[in-house]
């Protein structure tokens, strides 16, 4: 799938607990973790641990990590304890005080707080703060879980009013909340978005992906349970708390497909031959005579790679990728056709010319740029091409942290896989199933959240309150 | 005064309701009271006021207006409705989220808030509010005002709400606030810091000084009365109420000596006639055999044309000011003498070689500042030099909005007028007595906040709740 | 005269030779001459002086020497030698290839240029040179001296090589030419731009003004005679040459009426008392019954107290400058009057109203600003406008390295004083006679250049080589 | 090869005559052909073409092209003519000066200057030149040109003077010259370094790489031939110029190994079956058994697909790129082990443990990254590690216009391939061999220059004359 017309991961998380080196080493946990979200990014270190106040330290931007940690003296953000964060922000939402961590002063002392996910209650459980006194700075859902947290009884524990809060969310979250003097993180009772923890010389880390501790040569231990709270303090093992009566695993079956790096763990298993176990099935499935395979890049390559092999048939690139892609471009005012696609991907006419392509693209969601791709390999001499997708239709929007677009907009939710074909301009095309999906990932039908493909969603859809319930500060 | 040695306002403010270039108009007020905060400046608009939701916009920055608006394109703050705030910050609290106007969604809707003074039972009132489940996000005393409208009941209206709000505060202020269909500004009882009121085009003007009504075109109609409210809605005349049993009018005299604009009127007089008054009486009160009068530009320029003019002494530029110092420099390795004050002002030796001099200053702070000004006009040839300062002596910190070193710092705290005299190297010194200072402003003695000449508090100082109780998000 | 109508110096130079901060000394000198040119500023510092090949360093940009090395770090300027300039540019001429110092190798070696002033044989000189082979890389005039050096021939020694270079030369400058290891000066013959030397720790400085020096507490030595060329090398005195069979001194007069800094000496004498004595001189001519005296600040200023000192009337400030108007600012759409005008200036109506006043300034350019500033005054009240121009009227253009509107646009050449007075709309208005003007300046009538008030050109016009002469890199 | 440890290609070129959109295009055929060079990019437009003095335009700046032309206004580049670059540059040698397109006022009237490659003979020519009297403002090679254009006789035709300046130039040269009128283009009579001919709405158009025709949407035509200068005009047909007795074809043929893009042609052939089929007789020549083939990507990717076809070893992605690594990153202070190479390259654990893996990389320039590379691979649980290096070991430098380390730094001039394969710490290691280079390219063995391989410079080495030949503006 190229950017622009795809899902979107809202969130990469990052924390490091008891490193001298802290903020530096967040700031590279986020870096390699950049695809989980590319507009906006910030750091919150915290030293003078020991000391009531604590010092907390923040930095933050609107813009790529090397952007905006571009130069950047590190010594600003002191301390042996930080969290981090990227993210996308959905159009209209871009404005700084919104880029997390978000920061607040309450009863329980100084919070920092960073969230992956998205609570499908926020806006009820914003109105009923709102009526009571509460006042909002930021339009995140987020924001509630530090309200929640700040009206917690005066005697109770710290970890007790954590608990008590994430009792009354409901939703997809991955939660990282830095006091003074403790991190904990909790995972949804759904699993619904990943984190792991792992270690470096005696620090604690935790990341949404593994491949952030790859970078910094940092030791995997495993998955934060889905449900599960973990305390980490200095001089004491890490805790865990279980603040939920049961838990009913879901993860999301995207990261599979999608979002995660091929060479992260996520869900505690590896993504890369998962993805191209995913290749194999759609090749069993939906073979097709053809010359060669051809990967959409980067994102379909792995799939790519398994429908080759198991079909056969040779992998070449008829699609290469410009690797030096801004964030904007200057588009000539006469119209150069497919130009948004072909500032990203030329087709390759010296292998495509006269031959019939299989195309393997992990998915079509509105359409419009699988109809230019196609064009474009057309154009460039293909005589025919089979179009495969390495995951069922997508037919239905996410509720649960991933930015996609309303279910009218999704190409599979109002169009026969035939229809699609013929717009988008393919000799064939054919989707995994449902259940090839399933056997590329190992588990059992249903046991994940497989929403976007089902409409079946696992712990249900958003509460409305109303219109005009969202504040519009712009 | 020169800056870095001198005492500094913390804000200036500026509402305009029911233009429809409103955002711009509030950019060039706060153009015009640049003098009254350079560290940060922010502009919230607010458009659609039918609907409930209201859209709210918002700019900000760490920086001049016209370094924070350069280029800005103004239809991002659309609306016929906007306020904003220029502001000082004390070392360390620099960071953008305590960059006013604050903004929050409350249970009376969306608020946006600026304010100028300072809150003496902010930390009190923080404290028992956090105790309540209150989160702050910055460590702003104005904060809890928003807090406070936040908790007001339910079913009681808008005004009421703020008007059980500002009756829990105690300090001073000039406050702002701009709700989705209605603006409210407020002045303390002692109506501590300015505050006025304008017209143009049908539109409401609320500007710190009339300087910024001046350069608009618009018409002044009056000041906001101490302890009055304001209201301003579309369609409506604008509506007084008077929240406080008594009002103690107490108003700061420092306002005339040093901070507003020569050109503007506050508290409802002209500042240039009552600064060169002082001069005159300083002239009267203490008269010195002398070449010429030079002053500390620009500052000390009223003053000394009153001075001169008095006591029938030629004024002269003994002092030249660059025009074109940035905000930073740098300095070179080896030592220049005096270099911090001569990157500002050069000593004119054709005007001071061989010559009795009086120096006409508004205040001496620390000390180190006139020293070497002193230093300079010595070296330039001055036979004598003899200080004369419009005012009287510092001797006292201000808690009301203005930013001032502890008063250990404060030279006439602990130094005699001439060990003073001794310490900065001149032949004479005298300041304007308090009884002159009033004499010049034309008001009784006593009548206005003198708290920094005289150590009277006419509100009383902070309540202070205990070290450490002060947030550190740096 | 304000900013945007007036008469704009073209240059300030500095160079500092022998020094271990010579490049942070030339920063701030030209910090200190600022006003000379705020479009552009560079700065060429030279190191390793005893090798053959040198080594030539460079930072340049095209805005304020506050923007430009805001944060530089002068390790990147090392050596005991640099030369700097600041500059004006022509609109549509902004390109950072022509801001100085400019850079070339050539046959004598490599050479870093500074130029004040202006060719008035460049356009025929650069014609020839490109006739005969040479490649121009900027639109500057000053590029030619380069190649003159360049063309020398081989075995004469670099001096020589300069000498004959400047004296095919032809109009003002004051040049600076750093060579590996020696700095040459050369001041045209008519001295037509200033130029001084000074003295600090052993080290040789140049400057355009002395209140370069003063800053760095450099000691003044004297002027480069016009005429003459200084060179200066390690460890030996500074030799002068004289390129030239006779000098005829005609040096700039409106370097005392507006350009210098009024605690500058420029050519050998004090601006201050210089432009005090123009605003007595022009009491004596035409005074005026008045109440009170007020300076177009800043530049009116000094005459101002001249003036008000001489007729025994009152100073005042009725025009009260903003300090922080930025380089651009957004204009409301809808007109508010005079608003460009009012930005910069406010009147002060207290100080107006009801009062006959005399306004004095020192020139009059195009008359626009002035009618704008008399609207101003009378608006605030003034029953009375008197305006003093502290110059004869500015009747004709500089060849000679000022920028100035062409003849047409001065209204002084189309309009008699009369017509001026009822355009800008004063009760009266007088100028300042030449012969008043040489009295103020004590020097002989003509003993200067005044071609600006007089058309007499003392070396002549440009000459032109017909049109589509000027290379057109925008 | 990874960034950091590669062969560097000097520049790409891009010209566009006769669009009305001339510099945007440039500017996306300078996009397609980023990797050319990264260091600094400029284009120069030219409108008014019948008047005699033309109007040149330019913007330049030392980044990527989406960070300079980030935001940028076309409509300062008008115009129906452009030409531009990107380059790198080497250490110390970066200012903006020496960004390409050079522009200079000649005899010949005004040019731009673009240049792909090196002259060997240019500090020859250029100490000549500065002997004459020429001034030289950058330290590029290419200013000589301009020089000798300018210094041709003034009665001939152009097209006449740019033919006797590259008689005089040696060395590697893809040129364009843009004139008022007309574009010139060249290319050195051994044809080293690539340009081809396009042509899109009626414009003609020549580019290093067809992609950037590509991206257009232009007909690629042909080559422009070794030898050959092509002049463009409005309203004229091309035309053909040989300006040598005889060319002597030797294209460099690490275009095909590294620099080209995979779907270019250069050199009228596709890049990428060649590469291909490099891989492929690499699979022939060094064949081992093994489980798995991975690619260093991307640069090594089109061989490694070759090479597992051949070899019938499966491919895999054994190594990850992060494609959002900026131009510098914040290490941490404490060495993690093959950071600089980590946070460029993850190795997939999944993929790697416990298999015999094949890596395919297009060659070892100094081992250091090699070795790091191999590292990873080993620690991810490579059981054996064979690499096979898709063309010859580089032993020698490049003078044609590559940036190469010096000839002591190239592992392969001091190392046997067993030395190399233990240092780097592998099984096994081969290199494609001459015979099998030049079999994959489909040419005679030696038909193209491989002086990097073999050390047979077609054309010689630079003439040097003597040390400190180097003029040192840093």
């Given at each position: 799938m190229l950017e622009g017309d795809q899902f979107k991961e809202e969130c990469g998380l990052m924390a490091v607990w008891g490193h001298e080196e802290a903020a530096n080493l967040v700031y590279l946990g986020l870096y390699a973790q950049q695809h989980r979200g590319q507009e906006g990014v910030g750091i919150v270190s915290v030293d003078d641990?020991?000391?009531?106040a604590g010092k907390y330290h923040i930095h933050k931007g609107l813009s790529l990590v090397s952007d905006v940690f571009r130069d950047f003296d590190f010594s600003q953000l002191p301390g042996h304890h930080a969290i981090g964060h990227v993210r996308y922000t959905t159009a209209?939402?871009?404005?700084?005080?919104?880029?997390?961590p978000l920061y607040a002063e309450v009863s329980k002392g100084q919070i920092a707080l960073a969230h992956n996910g998205n609570l499908i209650n926020a806006d009820k459980l914003r109105a009923n703060l709102i009526r009571e006194g509460a006042i909002f700075g930021t339009s995140s859902d987020s924001e509630v879980v530090l309200h929640l947290i700040a009206r917690a009884?005066?005697?109770?524990p710290l970890e007790e009013a954590v608990i008590q809060a994430v009792r009354q969310i409901q939703g997809a979250y991955s939660l990282m909340l830095m006091f003074r003097d403790r991190v904990m993180v909790v995972r949804d009772p759904a699993g619904l978005r990943p984190l792991c923890m792992g270690t470096l010389d005696g620090a604690t880390i935790f990341a949404s992906e593994t491949c952030a501790l790859d970078l910094l040569g940092a030791h995997y231990v495993r998955d934060v349970a889905p449900g599960e709270m973990i305390v980490v303090q200095d001089g004491v093992e890490p805790k865990s708390f279980y603040p939920f009566d049961s838990v009913n695993e879901s993860p999301c079956i995207f990261e599979y497909v999608y979002f995660a790096r091929p060479d992260s763990k996520v869900f505690e298993r590896s993504v890369y031959p998962i993805r191209k176990r995913m290749g194999q099935e759609l090749a069993r499935e939906a073979g097709v005579e053809a010359d060669i395979v051809i990967p959409v890049p980067d994102s379909g390559t792995t799939a790519a790679i398994g429908y080759a092999q198991e079909a056969g048939i040779p992998l070449e690139l008829g699609l290469i990728r410009n690797?030096?892609?801004?964030r904007t471009f200057i588009e000539p005012k006469q119209s150069i056709r497919n130009f948004g696609v072909k500032i990203k991907l030329n087709a390759n006419p010296e292998v495509l010319e006269g031959k019939r392509v299989v195309v393997v693209d992990d998915s079509i969601v509105r359409g419009t740029t699988s109809k230019k791709l196609i064009g474009m390999l057309r154009k460039a001499g293909a005589k025919e091409v089979h179009m495969r997708v390495?995951?069922?239709?997508?037919t239905d929007p996410c509720y649960y942290g991933v930015d996609t677009p309303e279910k009218e907009k999704l190409i599979a939710s109002y169009k026969s896989v035939e229809e699609i074909a013929t717009y988008i301009n393919v000799d064939s095309l054919a989707y995994l199933s449902r259940e090839g999906l399933y056997k590329a990932v190992q588990a059992d039908v249903g046991s994940m959240c497989d929403a976007c493909f089902t409409g079946n969603y696992p712990i249900g859809t958003p509460v409305t309150i109303g219109k005009n319930s969202q504040p519009k500060l712009l």
């Open positions: 641990t020991k000391s009531e209209g939402g871009t404005r700084l005080a919104n880029v997390q009884a005066e005697n109770i690797h030096y892609v801004g390495s995951a069922p239709p997508t």
